[in-house]
């Protein structure tokens, strides 16, 4: 069983940044997907950015030009740098991993993001 542990999260004004970060207990090299998602209350748990096959990126309109994804195989660890925080963008993120060899994805505990207008 492989774990995700999310960190970074927390209470920030609007405008300003933050970074997650998720560490993988096992190699990232052998997914075939990274991604962050989010849950914000009474609200179902939307994609915020995706890395497949390919090192294809996707983002989610709304984070578009302010969020970042990448990767650092060598500490099995991805990021998320979200720029320009917007209240909207409150809400528990959570890590996400498929790997090739598992039938299913792994998902961490999440991490909470506040953001104050």
């Known amino acids: 069983q492989v774990h995700l542990v999310e960190s970074g999260g927390g209470l920030v004004q609007a405008g300003g940044s933050l970074r997650l970060s998720c ?5 990232i ?3 075939n997907a ?14 915020v950015a995706l890395i497949s096959s390919g090192d294809n990126i ?3 309109d709304s984070v578009k ?3 970042t994804i990448s990767r650092d195989n060598a500490r099995n660890t991805v990021y998320l740098q979200m720029n320009t925080l917007k209240p909207e963008d409150t809400a528990v993120y959570y890590c996400m991993a498929k ?9 961490g505990q999440g991490t909470k993001v506040t953001v104050s207008s």
């Open 58 to 60: 996707n983002y989610a």
């Open 65 to 67: 030009g302010r969020f």
């Open 23 to 27: 560490a993988a207990s096992g190699s």
């Open 34 to 47: 990274l991604g962050w998602y989010r849950q914000a209350p009474g609200k179902q748990r939307e994609l």
């Open 99 to 107: 790997w090739r060899a598992q039938p299913l994805a792994s998902w």
């Open 29 to 31: 090299v052998s997914t």
